[in-house]
Nanobody
Framework: QVQLVESGGGLVQPGGSLRLSCAAS????????MGWYRQAPGKQRELVAA???????NYPDSVTGRFTISRDNAKNTVYLQMNSLKPEDTAVYYC??????????WGQGTQVTVSS
């Protein structure tokens, strides 16, 4: 089993920044990708950023240039640096881990609210 624990959410004004962290623990082995998704009220969960085991990254157009995902393999931790935040970024952000041998795991979610 793998556990994902997120931290770093909160309330921020438009134009501000936040950094989310997600620490993975448990039986972690093999190659795995990590990522961040978000879900706003009444909307489907959507990909925000993903990073492969080799460090390749993927972002949707809505966050490109504003969000940066990174990972520390030694700590089994992934980060999401969010800059120039907008009210439409308000959502619950979920950490995700996918490994061919591990399967899929989700964190409990952390609330990000962008409001003045």
């Amino acid at each position: 089993q793998v556990q994902l624990v997120e931290s770093g959410g909160g309330l921020v004004q438009p134009g501000g920044s936040l950094r989310l962290s997600c620490a993975a623990s448990g039986s972690i082995f093999g190659i795995y990708a990590m990522g961040w998704y978000r879900q706003a009220p009444g909307k489907q969960r959507e990909l925000v950023a993903a990073i492969s085991s080799g460090g390749s990254t993927n972002y949707p157009d809505s966050v490109t240039g504003r969000f940066t995902i990174s990972r520390d393999n030694a700590k089994n931790t992934v980060y999401l640096q969010m800059n120039s935040l907008k009210p439409e970024d308000t959502a619950v952000y979920y950490c995700h881990l996918h490994g061919l041998l591990l399967g899929d795991y989700w964190g409990q979610g952390t609330q990000v609210t962008v409001s003045s």
